[in-house]
């Protein structure tokens, strides 16, 4: 079955430094990935979905890659500041069914 | 627009007691979900619902029922509840089909203890 793997290990970046966050998946390609931020004691807000004939997007400090060839997709945060520090988790669509199948989170710190 | 609001917050429940959690969007979303997320798990998909009067079940179903009896309205229930059911739940919703590549939003989660 298809698999969502995130680093499950704290990143720890210097403030103002980018942030790379890796999204990696097993088997077919998923038509698109999605991002999301997760804050302690709420719930995931979307924050950037890619296609897979999409190379990179962009949204202000924040960039997505997808590589089919890798199966991977990397997120990006530029100019990182503390407030940036939260979890991120990565999710694609179920295969077959519906709803998302999430990536067990990557948490991110920004140290000033 | 409140978005997804789920009721209650936080509850405590003693081994075997029901309980129902109720989640509410106001944004004519024709799907919604029921996830549990566990430290070291993620989140996993527990019931949806692809319109009213619809359910189905997701990857961690056993023990958990729902219902869609109005359009903006998904309720999950527990009827017997068990210790390995202490989580936080986070309803979501979305426009339509995930084909179309809609997002999924999420409301703020409910704590759920079981002793």
């Known amino acids: 079955s298809q698999k969502i793997e995130q680093n499950s290990e704290a990143l720890n970046i210097q403030e103002g430094k980018t942030a790379t966050l890796t999204c990696n998946y097993t088997?077919?390609?998923?038509?698109?990935l999605q991002w999301y931020r997760q804050d302690p004691g709420r719930g995931p807000v979307f924050l950037l979905l890619?296609?897979?004939?999409?190379k990179e997007k962009r949204k202000e400090r924040l960039k997505v890659t997808f590589d089919t060839t890798l199966k991977q997709s990397l997120f990006h945060i530029t100019a990182s500041q503390p407030a940036d520090s939260a979890t991120y988790l990565c999710?694609?669509?179920?295969?077959?069914?519906?709803?998302?199948?999430f990536g067990k989170g990557t948490h991110l710190i920004i140290q000033p | 627009n409140a978005g997804v609001t789920q009721t209650p917050k936080f509850r405590v429940l003693k081994t075997g007691q029901s309980m129902t959690l109720l989640c509410a969007q106001d944004?004519?979303?024709?799907?919604m979900y029921w996830y549990r997320q566990d430290p070291g798990m993620g989140l996993r998909l527990i019931h949806y619902s692809v319109g009213e009067g619809t359910t189905a079940k997701g990857e961690v179903p056993d023990g958990y029922n729902v219902s869609r009896l109005k359009k903006q309205n998904f309720l999950l229930g527990l009827e017997s509840a068990a210790p390995s059911q202490t989580s936080v739940y986070f309803c979501?919703?979305?426009?339509?089909?995930?084909?179309?590549?809609?997002?999924?939003?999420f409301g703020e989660g409910s704590w759920l203890t079981v002793v």
């Open positions: 979501a919703s979305r426009r339509d089909r995930g084909g179309s590549g809609n997002t999924i939003y």
């Open positions: 944004m004519n979303h024709e799907y």
């Open positions: 890619i296609r897979e004939n999409e």
């Open positions: 088997n077919y390609s998923p038509a698109y």
């Open positions: 999710a694609q669509e179920r295969g077959g069914a519906d709803g998302l199948t």
